[in-house]
């Protein structure tokens, strides 16, 4: 019996525990069952309590205290932890059914997806064949305001396409938080971000503040950030970023706004076909949707 799940991965501060929040609040009102987890032995505050909590196995700040560890060294330390014991994850996704949404609320820290193998080791005993055999979907959050300075949003999206690579699973990526940027970039604008490629590049806003901050001051330090971050290498490392993602064609992205339910609806759905949810449930009879709602009104 197959089991569906998503992974929900991104950046700190792309709004991924906001999304897992919206995400169940959806699956609430549509009558669907859900197993949420948290994975982020540093997370602290929850709308959802988790149904399954890493911290109950190991916490970042037991690990910090207690081995001496950094912030990325003790994530880590974590995940490495969670491999040596997966009987944590088996125990408890192994019982559930086909019908529940398996929403994994991961780390920020992008290194897990993008350098080192532990998130694709996770992967791959989530997605075997045997007792769990999760059709996974992972979902990557980028947020929207990277999309004004666009050497950030290269650099986020090349972490996206690097993600897919590693972990093999089907993915969806998304930009998130954009009712944070409605009404500050021209809905156009932000169509370009949707299937990004190097022209994005050709009218990059930064470049013209570079080039007045350049002419207004000619006695600027070489060594401060601006100088370095807007010279012809920096440029020429962009425009190659650039470049890679657009010949690989990997990465597309749709737009959430957390607090529209239709958006959030929309993002359900792509995750739904991405995993096949609907081709493993049971039919049901226009009576059982009649009964469910007797039920309902009898309770009220």
């Given at each position: 019996?197959?089991?569906?799940?998503?992974?929900?991965?991104?950046?700190?501060?792309?709004?991924?525990?906001?999304?897992?929040?919206?995400?169940?609040?959806?699956?609430k009102n549509n009558r669907r069952s859900c197993f949420y987890i948290n994975l982020d032995p540093a997370a602290e505050d929850f709308v959802y309590e988790p149904d399954l909590d890493i911290k109950d196995l190991i916490s970042l700040e037991d690990v910090m205290e207690e081995?001496?560890?950094?912030?990325?060294?003790?994530?880590?330390?974590?995940?490495?932890?969670?491999?040596?014991?997966?009987?944590?994850?088996?125990?408890?996704?192994?019982?559930?059914?086909?019908?529940?949404?398996?929403?994994?609320?991961?780390?920020?820290?992008?290194?897990?997806?993008?350098?080192?193998?532990?998130?694709?080791?996770?992967?791959?005993?989530?997605?075997?064949?045997?007792?769990?055999?999760?059709?996974?979907?992972?979902?990557?959050?980028?947020?929207?305001?990277?999309?004004?300075?666009?050497?950030?949003?290269?650099?986020?999206?090349?972490?996206?396409?690097?993600?897919?690579?590693?972990?093999?699973?089907?993915?969806?990526?998304?930009?998130?938080?954009?009712?944070?940027?409605?009404?500050?970039?021209?809905?156009?604008?932000?169509?370009?971000?949707?299937?990004?490629?190097?022209?994005?590049?050709?009218?990059?806003?930064?470049?013209?503040?570079?080039?007045?901050?350049?002419?207004?001051?000619?006695?600027?330090?070489?060594?401060?950030?601006?100088?370095?971050?807007?010279?012809?290498?920096?440029?020429?490392?962009?425009?190659?970023?650039?470049?890679?993602?657009?010949?690989?064609?990997?990465?597309?992205?749709?737009?959430?706004?957390?607090?529209?339910?239709?958006?959030?609806?929309?993002?359900?759905?792509?995750?739904?076909?991405?995993?096949?949810?609907?081709?493993?449930?049971?039919?049901?009879?226009?009576?059982?949707?009649?009964?469910?709602?007797?039920?309902?009104?009898?309770?009220?």
């Amino acid at each position: 019996m197959s089991k569906f799940g998503v992974l929900v991965m991104g950046p700190a501060g792309a709004g991924k525990t906001t999304f897992c929040s919206a995400l169940i609040q959806n699956l609430k009102n549509n009558r669907r069952s859900c197993f949420y987890i948290n994975l982020d032995p540093a997370a602290e505050d929850f709308v959802y309590e988790p149904d399954l909590d890493i911290k109950d196995l190991i916490s970042l700040e037991d690990v910090m205290e207690e081995i001496g560890l950094g912030p990325n060294g003790g994530l880590i330390y974590c995940f490495e932890f969670l491999l040596d014991n997966l009987d944590f994850l088996t125990e408890a996704i192994e019982p559930l059914t086909e019908e529940y949404l398996i929403i994994i609320d991961m780390p920020g820290q992008i290194e897990l997806y993008t350098h080192i193998p532990i998130v694709p080791a996770l992967v791959k005993h989530l997605t075997r064949t045997g007792a769990l055999n999760v059709n996974l979907c992972a979902t990557y959050l980028l947020e929207s305001t990277f999309v004004i300075d666009r050497a950030k949003f290269f650099a986020g999206t090349l972490s996206a396409m690097s993600a897919m690579i590693m972990l093999e699973v089907p993915h969806v990526n998304v930009l998130s938080k954009m009712d944070l940027v409605k009404g500050t970039v021209p809905r156009q604008d932000l169509k370009r971000f949707i299937d990004p490629d190097a022209s994005l590049l050709d009218d990059d806003p930064a470049d013209t503040s570079a080039a007045i901050v350049s002419a207004r001051d000619t006695k600027i330090d070489p060594l401060t950030a601006k100088p370095l971050m807007a010279g012809g290498s920096f440029k020429r490392l962009n425009r190659a970023v650039a470049q890679l993602i657009d010949d690989f064609s990997m990465v597309s992205f749709l737009q959430l706004d957390a607090q529209d339910e239709d958006s959030v609806a929309s993002i359900v759905s792509y995750i739904d076909d991405a995993i096949q949810y609907h081709e493993a449930q049971e039919p049901r009879e226009p009576n059982d949707e009649l009964e469910n709602s007797w039920e309902d009104a009898e309770m009220t």
